[in-house]
């Protein structure tokens, strides 16, 4: 994994791109498994980024955090509190009790490192509402990225920026369609892990592929540790398909047929342990305690 990096004496590689106006919505829910590649990629396109839009987790129409709880306990039983836990909850009791390094991308929250770019920030419950349409417009946003989000854009908003979106997706698509990759991953005696970048559809993990790269983790990888490790990877990817993305140069191909797959069920986490992977692992822990939200 890179080092981090620093706000007072930036890296080369987060230098911000040549000064432009700002065209680019960034949206992302900020979690453990990608918020320093997202950090990361703030710092580097701060100046073609005219909004970043954190998700509510606990929005309402989701159930709020009770009903989400509720939902994915039914659905998952709970071996998979360890994993919900370190990626959502241990990082934000951590910024209640560690003070942010100020100077340093990887270890500042996004919602203190974004204004501290001059990025313009906000909380958005719903994407596909008139009122966050409005806003892209207003912005004059032309292409977005979606880096880690946990909602799904319809075709009109999609339609409202000129360029469409591209979407990280830290898995092998068409293969390893849905929100938790590298846990699916996981239920292969010998996993396969990698990135892919495809246009955004108003349809899961559907737009044509931009980029793949297969990756070779190290044998005991967790599914949080591979999550984080595959987004940072998918940095270099997105730097260069980004460019030819705005410039309308980008090539595509036609995302083949896959199956999609939800959080892992009860049996499917049973079956990750008896293979001898984790989903989470202590280090995943020690790092939540290290990366305030």
């Not at 203190?112 to 313009?120: C, E, H, I, M, T």
């Not at 199956?259 to 989903?279: D, K, Q, V, W």
Request: with cysteine; charged share 20%.
């Amino acid at each position: 994994m890179m080092t981090d990096q620093s706000l007072a004496e930036p890296d080369p590689t987060v230098q911000s791109q040549p000064h432009r106006r700002p065209r680019l919505a960034l949206l992302t829910l900020d979690a453990l498994a990608a918020t320093i590649a997202v950090r990361r990629f703030a710092a580097r396109w701060r100046d073609d980024i005219a909004l970043v839009a954190l998700s509510d987790p606990f929005r309402p129409q989701k159930g709020g955090a009770l009903g989400q709880v509720r939902h994915l306990l039914r659905h998952s039983g709970p071996r998979l509190l360890p994993y919900l836990t370190v990626n959502f909850i241990l990082p934000r009791l951590s910024a209640a009790f560690r003070r942010p390094a100020g100077h340093d991308t990887d270890t500042t929250p996004l919602r203190l490192l974004a204004p501290r770019l001059g990025l313009q920030t906000e909380t958005v419950t719903d994407v596909n509402a008139p009122a966050f349409h409005n806003r892209l417009r207003t912005l004059g946003v032309e292409a977005i990225v979606t880096f880690h989000f946990d909602q799904i854009l319809s075709a009109a908003t999609i339609a409202v920026v000129p360029c469409g979106g591209i979407n990280v997706h830290a898995g092998l698509l068409p293969e390893q369609r849905g929100p938790t990759p590298t846990l699916h991953a996981l239920l292969a005696p010998t996993p396969s892990f990698g990135v892919t970048l495809h246009r955004l559809a108003p349809r899961i993990d559907a737009g044509a592929i931009l980029a793949r790269e297969e990756i070779t983790l190290p044998v005991g990888t967790s599914g949080l540790a591979a999550a984080a490790t595959l987004h940072l990877a998918a940095l270099p990817l997105l730097d260069t398909v980004l460019e030819d993305f705005l410039a309308g140069t980008a090539i595509s191909r036609p995302m083949g047929p896959g199956p999609y797959r939800s959080f892992p069920t009860a049996a499917e986490l049973r079956r990750i342990r008896e293979l001898g992977h984790r989903p989470v692992a202590w280090a995943d822990i020690q790092k939540a305690m290290r990366t305030p939200l």
